[in-house]
């Protein structure tokens, strides 16, 4: 385990934590609510094991943090024009959005759907972390399928803590809603999940919209 401060994390941890990730390995690290299990994106048996410490059903797909939206272009196939007014106004972070995925991705990534969720990540560890494996990261919950995710690494499942690679203990998150969920593959956008970011600030976007 590495303690990290949450806004200006150790470069050395950080570092340490992008070399595992890179090599296939699953590291604990925290996200704006909640620590999520980071895993190459990319790299099939990773996000199998991935499946693996979370005792996760393999019919349900992965969410993926990126960076920056230049790496939208690795993960799918359009960025939709009410996708890019959703990104302009709410990210990073606040909003995941659930786009057209490219079909050469990892498919126990996709989960067979032919979609990927795709969120800016907006925590300044996590932004480290991105930065320094250079490409996208799954930002899925560091938790046991059907169980809670933690806010703080005390209450990690102890069955998690002890099948990944490394902790990042950023000490006690924010907790609370977590991001809204939307679907941008359609010809609207359609609201899966409401989280920090309120349906009708959402849907307030598109008063003027013609679809």
Known sequence: MRRIQPLEPDPEAIAEAARIIRQGGVAVFP??????????????????????????????????????????????????????RIMDKFWPGKI?????????????????????????????????????VGGPVTGTSANLAGRPGCSQI??????????????????????????SIVDVTGDAPTVLREGVIPAKDIFGLFSDFIY
């Open 31 to 84: 996200t704006r609510c909640l620590y999520g299990l980071g895993a190459d994106a990319l790299n099939a048996d990773a996000v199998n094991r991935l499946f693996e410490i979370k005792a996760r059903p393999y019919q349900k797909a992965i969410l993926v943090l990126i960076s920056n939206k230049k790496e939208l272009s690795e993960l799918v196939q359009e960025i939709p024009q009410a996708a890019q």
């Open 154 to 179: 005390c209450d990690l499942d102890a069955e998690v803590a002890e099948r990944v690679d490394l902790i990042l203990d950023a000490g006690k998150l924010d907790g609370g809603a977590g991001s």
């Open 96 to 132: 995941t959005l659930i786009f057209k995925a490219k079909e050469n991705l990892p498919a126990n990534l996709t989960a067979g759907t032919g979609s990927i969720g795709v969120r800016l990540c907006g925590h300044p560890a996590a932004c480290a972390l991105l930065n320094a």
